[in-house]
């Protein structure tokens, strides 16, 4: 449980959690992280969120170079 504790937390020079960084969200609770039906997995604005996503990362490391 510490570390779904800890990988939810935000970090200091990031401003975000270690979890967001990789997926995108903060699960609210651990059964969060069990998968969807495939149907449910289809996102009809992916590249909305690819540029989310990037734009997260681009943040991320500009946190980490300061």
Same mark, same amino acid.
């Given at each position: 449980?510490?570390?779904?504790? $800890?990988?939810?937390a935000e #970090?200091?020079?990031?401003? &975000?959690?270690?979890f967001? &960084? &990789?997926y !995108?969200?903060?699960?609210r609770?651990? +059964?969060d @992280? @069990?998968p969807?039906? *495939?149907?449910?997995?289809? #996102? *009809? $604005?992916a !590249?909305?969120?690819?540029?989310? +996503?990037q734009? @997260? #990362?681009? *943040?991320?490391k500009? $946190? +980490?170079?300061?």
């Amino acid at each position: 449980m510490w570390n779904f504790a $800890y990988s939810r937390a935000e #970090h200091s020079t990031t401003k &975000v959690s270690p979890f967001q &960084v &990789v997926y !995108s969200f903060n699960p609210r609770a651990p +059964i969060d @992280l @069990l998968p969807l039906p *495939t149907f449910e997995r289809t #996102h *009809t $604005y992916a !590249s909305k969120r690819a540029e989310f +996503i990037q734009k @997260l #990362h681009e *943040t991320t490391k500009a $946190y +980490i170079e300061r």
